[in-house]
């Protein structure tokens, strides 16, 4: 079955350090990942996404993913987190003529001051 | 452009009314979805219009739900009757779909449903 995975419910970063918010992704023929944030009370803004090329991806707000093929991977970065990032982190997948995104339950990120 | 406009933002409504919810696609955009949203399920797509045609409405819970698109610039999302299980955040979402697998989403605000 097709599936993603967001392996942590919640993170905890100190304002300034790197974050890392994880995803994992089990798909039959190439994926197609994005990234989208979702402020309190908001609904989801698109961050980022990979569809082919080079596998380090940059997108909105300073973070970037790297797609990770041999690890089915595609975790979202930045060097260094500001309270603002504070939200919540969906990840998604396209996989082959499925036209459905299948989603993460999503991670919630804390930076604290 | 405003992006996608959704309403009501909140709605409260009493097991076994009727409850719609309205949406309005970015202009240009060709795809629309409906997403329920809650915590125990995660983000849910309910249903994907294509050039106001329903391409895939596998994830309608039932037949209490349907939807409609009946131009490109506005789609409803009806619940008939309403239950208390059905208390959620409904987004909708539309997308220039020329290739869906290349296209990221903009979504609206959502409507927070609640039925008591």
């Known amino acids: 079955a097709q599936s993603v995975a967001q392996p942590e419910d919640q993170v905890n970063v100190a304002e300034g350090n790197p974050l890392t918010v994880k995803c994992t992704y089990s798909v039959s023929g190439n994926p197609y990942l994005f990234w989208y944030v979702q402020y309190p009370n908001r609904g989801l803004q698109f961050l980022l996404k990979y569809i082919t090329g080079d596998n380090l991806v940059k997108g909105s707000y300073g973070f970037e993913a790297e797609f990770n093929k041999s690890q089915t991977s595609f975790h979202l970065k930045k060097p260094s987190a500001l309270v603002s990032d504070s939200a919540l982190y969906f990840c998604a997948v396209y996989a082959g003529n499925n036209r459905k995104l299948i989603w993460g339950l999503g991670t919630s990120l804390a930076v604290n001051p | 452009d405003a992006g996608v406009i959704q309403s009501p933002r909140h709605e409260v409504t009493e097991m076994g009314q009727e409850v719609t919810l309205r949406c309005k696609p970015i202009?240009?955009?060709?795809?629309l979805f409906w997403y329920r949203q809650t915590m125990m399920r995660g983000l849910e797509l309910l249903i994907y219009f294509n050039n106001n045609v329903p391409i895939d409405d596998s994830g309608m819970p039932e037949d209490r739900f349907s939807a409609k698109m009946p131009n490109a610039s506005f789609s409803t999302l009806k619940i008939q009757p309403s239950e208390p299980r059905d208390s959620a955040v409904y987004f909708c979402?539309?997308?220039?779909?020329?290739?869906?697998?290349?296209?990221?989403?903009?979504f609206g605000q959502g409507t927070r449903l609640t039925v008591v």
């Open positions: 202009s240009g955009h060709n795809s």
């Open positions: 979402a539309s997308s220039w779909d020329r290739s869906p697998m290349n296209t990221e989403a903009f």
